[in-house]
């Protein structure tokens, strides 16, 4: 089974510091690459960050370059997402995701888990 679930969500004030975890499931953690999307009221699915798997190659979107950093322990099966230095524009709902291929398109992820908020106050 592919299984995915965040945890570490909550409320912080901004310029302050957050990280989200991802347990994965074997079948998920092996797959190419594994990432982060987030959704705030009333936005379409963004894309965060991801990493690939191989060669520890990691991408980040604009909005959250030199803020937020992805890291993986191959020991524990987790994924995390480091959020510092936090802006207000940051609350949103925040998914894992994994899959055979890296994209920055929602619909070309096959597993997703179920979303932790993230709400920061200004």
């Known amino acids: 089974q592919v299984q995915l679930m965040e945890s570490g969500g909550g409320s912080v004030q901004a310029g302050g510091s957050l990280k989200l975890s991802c347990a994965a499931s074997e079948s998920a953690y092996r797959l190419y690459c594994m990432g982060w999307f987030r959704q705030g009221p009333g936005k379409e699915r963004e894309w965060v960050a991801h990493?690939?798997?191989?060669?520890?190659?990691?991408y980040y979107a604009d909005a959250v370059k030199g803020r937020f950093t992805i890291s993986q322990d191959d020991d524990k099966k987790a994924l995390f997402l480091q959020m510092d230095s936090v802006k207000p524009d940051d609350s949103a709902v925040y998914y894992c995701?994994?899959?055979?291929?890296?994209?920055?398109?929602?619909?070309?992820?096959?597993?997703w888990g179920q979303g932790t908020q993230v709400t920061v106050s200004s």
């Open positions: 990493r690939v798997r191989s060669h520890a190659s990691t």
């Open positions: 995701v994994a899959g055979g291929f890296c994209s920055r398109s929602s619909r070309d992820w096959d597993y």
